[in-house]
Structure formats: C-alpha cells, structure tokens
C-alpha cells in the first residue's frame, strides 16, 4: 500500500507524503488514563533516564502490555487507518529530571521494504509535551532519505551530518495529551531530556499494511556489504534483542526471505537539498 491508498483525508496524504507525518487529536482522556492503568500495572517505576517497555526482559509483561494496548486501540486505529493493522506496540517513558534520557536523531526499524509498501509509526503522550519534558523533534522530509536504520546497528547515510541535522534541521513539536504523531517509519525523529518533576510517558504503536508480514532486516559487521531481510511473527518480535548485534538470527526463529547489497554514501547538504531537506535553524 502506497499514499495513493490511503483512507485519510487529502490534507493528511499531502502532509505525510510531502513531510512525512502529521499531528492530530487522537486518544479521548478515558484511552489517555487507560494507557496509563496499564503502564502502571506492568511497569510501575522505572529506571532513570529513557525506558522501553520493548527492551525491557520481562516477555510476559511484553506480551500483556501489547494485547492491552490492543484491545484498547485496534478497532479505533483500524477506523482511523484502513487497511492497516498494529503490529508493535511499546511504550516509552522518561525519568523526572532524566539524565541521559535524550534519544538522538534516528529513524526507526524498517519493518516492510520501503519501495513498495508504507510503514507508519504512531506516536503518542500520554502528559502535554514541549521542549522542557521531552517532546518529539523530527527532520520534516527526511523519509525522502533513502537507507535503512536495521536492527543491529548498520552504518546509515546521515550519520556524518547528525550533529547539523540535530543543531540546524530539526523541528521540536510540542504536543496535547492524547495527541497522535503519525509519521512514515523511516523520518528522522528524536527526543530530549525530561526536566520537570512528572515521568513523561508516551506510546508508540506500529501500522502496517494488512496481509504484510512484519520484517526485520539485519546487517552483520562481520559482512558489511550485505544486507539481511527476515520475516518475523509478532512473538518473535517481542523476543529479539534490541540494539545489539544478532550474528545468526534464525536462532531466534526469523525466516530468511531477502539478502541484497549494501552499501552506505553519506548525504551532503546538497544532497539533503535536492530532497527539499533544508535548515529550519
Ligand atoms: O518517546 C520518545 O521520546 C521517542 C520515541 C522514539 O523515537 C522511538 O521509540 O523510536
């Protein structure tokens, strides 16, 4: 499914095509508290700093904060989005006063090969958001990059220019409770740290075309030049290591079903330019 299959308003097609997300009022206060009760329930307090609820290792929490989140959102975001289903679901929360809670500039996990299907990610806070607790900041038009942020780390064609896409080309969007971001997968979006006294918590939830089996692709440093696509089952999913390098991912139970050359050229400015990428600061 590509944008001219949306079932979303012409205004929201243009603004996800054009920068590659769009804010709008989603979670009425009821889903906002329910959200909250399961947070609560499953993880209660939490580490300083930046938490995921994706990367922590309790698997049957894993598995019982995914099916809550389910049965609270499917049928509305199905509604919202037809023809897509959630596939992921995470929550994601900030320390009061976090320190090294910032998550730097990154695009997220391709989950479906970009050239012929959309992958959007939801992004949701549960308290209003702004710069002084952790709002999202995002690089308007930069799913026009092309590469791929893998699972395990591969180099990604902006690393170089990182430091001026966080300084010059990033937009902070400040956010009500209960509002949605929803953004093409691959935008380049970030966040800072949290320096009131409450936690900020959010949710991010995954939409994929319905029928579209979840991918993962894995780069292994051992073979730089290559470029692994696997498909995954939704338990799977929620067994993987994050962020850590996976040699052999089939002991995980993921199917080979692409392996394609890689290689990574780092963007310039006029490159970024010819995409309509341009600084905002
Ligand atoms: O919740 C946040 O601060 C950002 C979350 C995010 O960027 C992600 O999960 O990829």
Not at 14 to 31: M, N, R, S, V, W
Request: proline share 5%.
């Amino acid at each position: 499914m590509l944008y001219k299959d949306l079932a979303l308003s012409e205004n929201h097609v243009a603004k996800l095509q054009d920068t590659g997300y769009f804010i709008a009022p989603f979670l009425d206060d009821h889903e906002i508290q329910a959200l909250k009760d399961i947070f609560a329930a499953e993880v209660g307090s939490f580490q300083q700093g930046i938490f995921f609820t994706a990367a922590y290792n309790d698997v049957e929490s894993k598995f019982r904060i995914r099916e809550a989140i389910l049965a609270l959102l499917s049928e509305k975001m199905s509604k919202f989005l037809p023809g897509f289903y959630i596939s992921a679901a995470l929550f994601i929360a900030k320390s009061a006063h976090s320190n090294n809670g910032t998550l730097a500039l990154h695009q997220d996990y391709s989950m479906v090969d970009h050239s012929k299907h959309l992958a959007l990610n939801a992004w949701f806070p549960l308290i209003d958001v702004d710069g002084n607790n952790g709002c999202l900041c995002a690089v308007p038009r930069s799913h026009r990059v092309a590469g791929i942020r893998a699972a395990s780390l591969n180099p990604t064609p902006y690393d170089d220019m990182l430091p001026s896409l966080e300084s010059e080309y990033a937009v902070k969007y400040p956010m009500r409770a209960g509002e949605m971001m929803l953004f093409d997968q691959r935008v380049l979006h970030g966040s800072g740290e949290n320096n009131t006294d409450t936690p900020r918590i959010a949710l991010q939830i995954t939409m994929l075309p319905v029928g579209l089996p979840m991918r993962y692709y894995y780069w292994n440093k051992n073979q730089p030049n290559r470029i692994n696509a696997y498909e995954v089952g939704m338990d799977v999913h929620l067994k993987l290591p994050i962020s850590v390098q996976v040699d052999d991912p089939t002991q995980y139970g993921l199917t080979l079903i692409e392996s394609t050359d890689f290689a990574v050229k780092q963007v310039s400015r006029e490159d970024l330019a010819e995409l309509g990428i341009v600084p905002v600061s």
